[in-house]
């Protein structure tokens, strides 16, 4: 399984739009790149997946460049409700997808 | 949610005894995961299910056990238990390619 690495911590204001990036050097082909959201005292929820180019649903969007050896997960706008940890994972995901490995993930803190 | 329970919520309970918590879904999933979540560590696969009665080990498996005799249940048993399993306990199912995560347990072993 790829290892991540994004930031441990990132601040940011109400209305501004987030970027959080993750990088993940040793992806495989076949590998699928996932993003949690966790709110304190609840589990993991998803929130967005991209193979490659631009994934958008109506939470965020995902960048992912040709290469594949980073993604970068778009907040737009956001607001105080949207300070949650966020986990980018990294997984094939059919097959042998079956061991999910979280990071520590981002801090997201959103600011009046 | 994929219709998860988690029971107990919290439990508080003393070194060297054992513990079971159980795992509960409504969705027919056939993958399910125990997590624990410790503070600067994310969440840490502990096992995970492929089906009834097939099992296998995550990252933090030793000190824990987990059986599966039925689609819907999950559970994973402490045999011992030692004050470093003080955590919080997570968990999952897969459906395709999302995860579905339970509401936790929190476990406290003095």
């Known amino acids: 399984l790829a290892k991540t690495t994004q930031p441990i911590s990132m601040d940011s204001y109400e209305g501004q739009e987030v970027n959080i990036t993750c990088s993940h050097n040793n992806i495989a082909t076949n590998d699928y790149i996932t993003w949690y959201q966790q709110f304190p005292s609840q589990g993991p929820r998803f929130i967005i997946q991209?193979?490659?180019t631009k994934v958008t649903n109506e939470v965020a969007s995902l960048f992912i460049p040709a290469d594949r050896k980073s993604s970068t997960l778009s907040l737009p706008r956001v607001s105080l409700s949207d300070t949650a940890v966020y986990y980018c994972l990294v997984a094939l995901v059919s097959g042998g997808y079956n061991k999910l490995i979280f990071g520590a993930g981002t801090r997201l803190a959103v600011h009046p | 949610d994929a219709g998860i329970t988690q029971s107990p919520r919290h439990k508080v309970t003393e070194t060297g005894t054992p513990v079971t918590l159980r795992c509960h879904q409504t969705?027919?999933?056939?993958?399910m995961y125990w997590y624990r979540q410790d503070p600067g560590h994310g969440l840490r696969l502990i096992h995970y299910s492929y089906g009834v009665k097939d099992t296998d080990k995550g990252e933090v498996s030793d000190g824990y056990s987990v059986s599966r005799s039925k689609t819907e249940d999950f559970l994973l048993t402490l045999e011992s238990a030692t004050s470093s399993q003080t955590s919080v306990y997570f968990c999952?199912?897969?459906?395709?390619?999302?995860?579905?995560f339970g509401p936790g347990t929190r476990l406290t072993v003095t």
């Open positions: 991209g193979y490659k």
């Open positions: 999952a199912t897969r459906d395709r390619d999302e995860q579905y």
């Open positions: 969705e027919n999933h056939r993958y």
